[in-house]
């Protein structure tokens, strides 16, 4: 296989430089493509990517806004690989990567493969509770499908190898965001496509984000599900309830414990313990006081989120367009 990694990037040069040393650093005895795409950036990365041109064989494009899913069918139209591995730009790889992707796929293949994240040392305390509580099997992380043991596994855009057929029979990403990855993948498997999770091929995957900006991208997640519960009715399950429900169960108890009523109450607080013990044996202590507050964010971020579009789009029967026009690029 000739691999051919797919980066979009949006006013993000520094991101991209670093994903790029950590791509000249890759061990691997063949040759590989990486293919920039600039989504209409005021901050150039042209000059960084410049920079890597004799360690790296790159090719970068500039092209007009359309967001993510349209950049990445751009790359991978002009890419010369026959898979395509397809990041998000502020993640960082592993030495070992390629060759673990490679090895594997070398004796189990498959059309499409998704990898985990994980945090590296060098990140912020907030950007380990948050990669905690995005991966964790004791938050939605678990439900998002961070094991291949709950069902068909979906693969995320940040880290996910398409091949070159794939691409050509599902003409790729939709013009949704966020979402457009889990769209492709149940596309995928409607075509007899199989996809898994290599976890091996992990990323570090660095989320620059405050509390502000993960509530608002988590809070975008659960939006999304209802769409694509409508495009796709077959993939609706009864866990893309739990987060919403943990929040009006969460109400109720608080309401409960005012009146003197603290068993609810007390077992919200039972979880959150378990959750921080489960962190701060991983992480340390001061990063599982803030896993809890990442919790109880994504949580109530993506069970709001939820909510509000299943009452638009399945109550009040609203276009999805029509409904969350922010969710799309023309």
């Known amino acids: ?13 520094e991101e991209v430089e670093k994903l ?4 000249s650093q890759l061990v691997f005895e063949r040759d590989f493509e990486v293919v920039i795409i600039e989504d209409g950036s005021d901050l150039s990365s042209e000059m960084i990517c410049s920079r890597f041109r004799e360690s790296l064989t790159i090719n970068y494009f500039y092209k007009p806004n359309s967001g993510p899913g349209d950049s990445r069918n751009f790359g991978m139209r002009q890419a010369v690989g026959n898979y395509f591995i397809i990041l998000d730009s502020d993640c960082v790889l592993p030495e070992q990567y390629l060759n673990n992707v490679d090895a594997y796929l070398s004796h189990h293949y498959v059309d499409c493969y998704g990898g985990p994240d994980a945090a590296h040392d060098s990140f912020s305390s907030l950007q380990k509770a948050i990669d905690y509580s995005m991966t964790s099997f004791l938050t939605t992380g678990g439900i998002r499908g961070g094991s291949e043991k709950l069902g068909k596994f979906q693969p995320r855009s940040f880290n996910m190898g398409l091949s070159k057929k794939a691409f050509e029979q599902t003409s790729g990403f939709g013009k949704m965001h966020p979402g457009e990855d889990p769209d492709l993948t149940i596309r995928l498997w409607q075509l007899g496509f199989d996809t898994l999770l290599i976890k091996e091929a992990y990323v570090y995957h660095e989320r ?25 009715p077959s993939t609706k399950r009864i866990t893309y309830w739990l987060p919403t429900l943990f929040c009006l169960f969460f109400l109720v108890a608080v309401i409960l414990s005012i009146s003197g009523n603290l068993l609810f109450l007390s077992l919200y607080l039972l979880y959150f313990s378990i959750l921080f ?14 896993s809890v507050f990442a919790a109880l964010i994504q949580f109530c971020a993506y069970g709001t989120g939820f ?12 276009e999805e367009r029509t409904a969350f026009p922010k969710l799309f690029f023309k």
Not at 20 to 23: E, N, Y
Not at 277 to 290: D, E, Q, T, V, Y
Not at 307 to 318: A, D, M, N, P, V
């Open 277 to 290: 013990i489960h962190s701060s044996i991983k992480n340390g202590i001061a990063i599982g006081l803030r």
């Open 307 to 318: 909510l509000k579009s299943w009452i638009k789009i399945t109550i009040l029967k609203q």
């Open 1 to 13: 296989m000739h691999y051919s990694f797919i980066i979009p990037v949006f006013n993000r040069p």
């Open 20 to 23: 790029l040393v950590s791509l």
């Open 208 to 232: 620059r984000i405050s509390w502000k900006l993960f509530y608002k991208q988590v809070n975008k997640f659960g939006k999304v599900r209802v769409i694509l519960n409508k495009w796709h």
